[in-house]
C-alpha cells in the first residue's frame, strides 16, 4: 500500500497515514534543527511549538496557494512531489519547470515559517538568529524529505 501511495501527487499521500508520518517527522527535524541551532538544546518546547505551528501554517498557505495556481489540485505542502508521471526526466525544459516550482515552494515555505518564527520566539530570541535558524531547517528538512520522496517517485516507478 505504501508503495503504491508514493506514486501519487502529494495531495493524495498527505491525506493518508504515512503521509502524515512522514509530515510529522519533517515537523520533527525542523523542530529539532530550530531548537539546537537557536538555543542549543535538542529540546526546547517554546522553539519546537513556534515550529510546528509554523509548518502547519506554512502547509495551510501551500496547499491554498497550490489549489489557486493549479486550478484546484493540491500539490505543494512542504514539496511539490510528483513523479515521472508529472514531470519527465529526460526533458530538460520540463526539469527546468519543475525545479523553479520547488525552488518557489522552499521560498515560500520559509518566508511563511520565517514570519511566524519570527513573531512567535521575538520575546526571547534575536530575528537574526530565529532567520538563520529557520533557513538551515528547512535546507536539511527538504534534503532529507525530498530525497526519500524523489527516490520513490522517480527510482521505483519508472
Same mark, same amino acid.
Given at each position: 500500500?505504501? %508503495?503504491?501511495?508514493?506514486?501519487?501527487?502529494?495531495?493524495? /499521500?498527505?491525506?493518508?497515514?504515512?503521509?502524515? =508520518?512522514?509530515?510529522?517527522?519533517?515537523? %520533527?527535524?525542523?523542530? #529539532?534543527?530550530?531548537? /539546537? &541551532?537557536?538555543?542549543?538544546?535538542?529540546?526546547?518546547? +517554546?522553539?519546537?511549538?513556534? !515550529? !510546528? &505551528?509554523?509548518?502547519?501554517? *506554512?502547509?495551510?498557505?501551500?496547499?491554498?496557494?497550490?489549489?489557486?495556481?493549479?486550478? +484546484?489540485?493540491?500539490?505543494?505542502?512542504?514539496?511539490?512531489?510528483?513523479?515521472?508521471?508529472?514531470?519527465?526526466?529526460?526533458?530538460?525544459? *520540463?526539469?527546468?519547470?519543475?525545479?523553479?516550482?520547488?525552488?518557489?515552494?522552499?521560498?515560500? !515555505? &520559509?518566508?511563511?515559517? %520565517? =514570519?511566524?518564527? +519570527?513573531?512567535? #520566539?521575538?520575546?526571547?530570541?534575536?530575528?537574526?538568529? &530565529?532567520?538563520?535558524?529557520?533557513?538551515?531547517?528547512?535546507?536539511? *528538512?527538504?534534503?532529507?524529505?525530498?530525497?526519500?520522496?524523489?527516490? /520513490?517517485?522517480?527510482?521505483?516507478?519508472?
Amino acid at each position: 500500500m505504501f %508503495l503504491l501511495s508514493a506514486s501519487s501527487s502529494f495531495g493524495k /499521500y498527505a491525506s493518508m497515514p504515512m503521509g502524515w =508520518i512522514f509530515m510529522a517527522a519533517i515537523v %520533527l527535524i525542523e523542530a #529539532l534543527v530550530m531548537s /539546537y &541551532v537557536i538555543r542549543a538544546k535538542r529540546f526546547d518546547t +517554546g522553539v519546537m511549538l513556534a !515550529t !510546528t &505551528v509554523s509548518n502547519v501554517a *506554512s502547509a495551510v498557505a501551500g496547499s491554498v496557494i497550490s489549489k489557486v495556481i493549479n486550478d +484546484g489540485w493540491m500539490l505543494v505542502v512542504w514539496f511539490p512531489w510528483v513523479s515521472m508521471v508529472e514531470v519527465d526526466t529526460s526533458n530538460s525544459d *520540463s526539469l527546468f519547470e519543475f525545479a523553479i516550482y520547488l525552488v518557489g515552494a522552499f521560498v515560500g !515555505t &520559509v518566508l511563511i515559517e %520565517l =514570519i511566524i518564527n +519570527g513573531l512567535l #520566539l521575538r520575546r526571547h530570541d534575536y530575528f537574526k538568529s &530565529v532567520a538563520v535558524a529557520t533557513v538551515i531547517s528547512n535546507v536539511i *528538512s527538504y534534503i532529507v524529505g525530498c530525497t526519500i520522496m524523489y527516490t /520513490y517517485s522517480f527510482l521505483f516507478f519508472e
